[in-house]
């Protein structure tokens, strides 16, 4: 038995972890990815405390703190949560049942992939889902972005500040964006879109990718054209899907846009299940590792204050700071 179950092992469900160890409340961390989508990031510039780091080594970093707090990490991939009375039960599927009175639901965002021939291959080795934290690893380099939403028109826009071109793939003949950022693409003469165009296969050479094979289809021909087209990086933004899909059976409410609602507290409308991170309505989410530690460390807090009937303290290294306003 745990005190709190977090399910999901990204910055979100980390960060929650370490609250709750210093908060000396007992929790295990399952996730079948520790990192999640950040573990993918090869270069990221805006998480404060670093200049640059790799996804990879932030994750790390992250766990073994959540480890040394005390929290535990299982891997492992949750099947369902079936709830009794007060008391939650997860299932892996490693065979294992935990059990808690209260979870943290931190299941991020599945990035929508293309499915074609080469993007498992060459993700992280030129494939990225994500453009925000990575300038260094575009700049000065050819470039393409796959969608036609706001997401991809907004990646566009930001990698044409430093890379040398940027290629929109759109498989339509109109890009659906925003009038504000059409006119940033229309206006940038970095930027080229493509229209009719899709990705047929991703290229490489075993190391990084190099190029990708597209379609094009031309009016009043049935036959699309394929060719190939060098570029240095591929970002994906063609939408994503919160992992909401365990929550069905309990009832929880999702927004308009398929993501979790929550109140303020960041608890889900069944007691006893907080969310926190990417999976959240865009309200409170951003889509960004520092967005996503903050929600944790609130999930956290207010998992506590359910668990000890209190208000969490608030700590600094080992210091735990009195919340009483002084009178003057």
Request: proline content about 4%; overall charge neutral.
């Amino acid at each position: 038995m745990q005190d709190v179950i977090i399910i999901g092992a990204g910055p979100a469900g980390l960060t929650a972890s370490i609250y709750l160890s210093c908060f000396k409340v007992s929790n295990t961390v399952i996730g079948s990815v520790v990192g999640g989508q950040m573990s993918l990031a090869p270069d990221i510039i805006n998480y404060p405390g670093f200049e640059e780091v790799s996804g990879m080594e932030l994750t790390k970093r992250m766990a073994s703190q959540a480890e040394k707090r005390g929290g535990t990490i299982l891997k492992a991939t949750v099947n369902a949560i079936v709830k009794e009375n007060e008391l939650f039960t997860v299932e892996c599927d490693t065979r294992e049942k935990l059990q808690s009175p209260l979870i943290i639901l931190a299941t991020g965002v599945e990035r929508s992939k293309l499915n074609v021939p080469g993007e498992n291959a060459y993700i992280g080795k030129g494939v990225q889902y994500c453009a925000s934290c990575e300038y260094f690893d575009y700049q000065n380099k050819v470039v393409a972005v796959v969608g036609g939403a706001n997401a991809a028109a907004q990646t566009a826009t930001q990698l044409a500040h430093a890379a040398a071109k940027v290629f929109v793939l759109n498989r339509s003949d109109v890009l659906r964006a925003d009038p504000v950022w059409l006119t940033q693409i229309n206006e940038n003469p970095i930027i080229e879109v493509r229209y009719n165009t899709s990705v047929k296969e991703i290229l490489g050479d075993g190391k990084e990718l190099t190029g990708v094979k597209l379609l094009t289809a031309t009016p009043g021909s049935g036959t699309p054209i394929e060719n190939v087209l060098q570029i240095e990086r591929l970002y994906i933004e063609i939408g994503g899907v919160p992992g909401t899909v365990l929550l069905s059976p309990l009832g929880v409410q999702l927004d308009e846009r398929g993501h979790i609602a929550v109140s303020e507290s960041l608890e889900t409308t069944v007691k006893g299940i907080f969310a926190a991170g990417d999976v959240i309505s865009h309200k409170y989410s951003i889509e960004q590792i520092s967005s996503a530690v903050g929600l944790g460390a609130r999930a956290a807090t207010a998992a506590f204050s359910r668990f000890k009937d209190q208000i969490a303290p608030s700590l600094w290294g080992s210091s735990q700071i009195n919340r009483s306003v002084q009178k003057q």
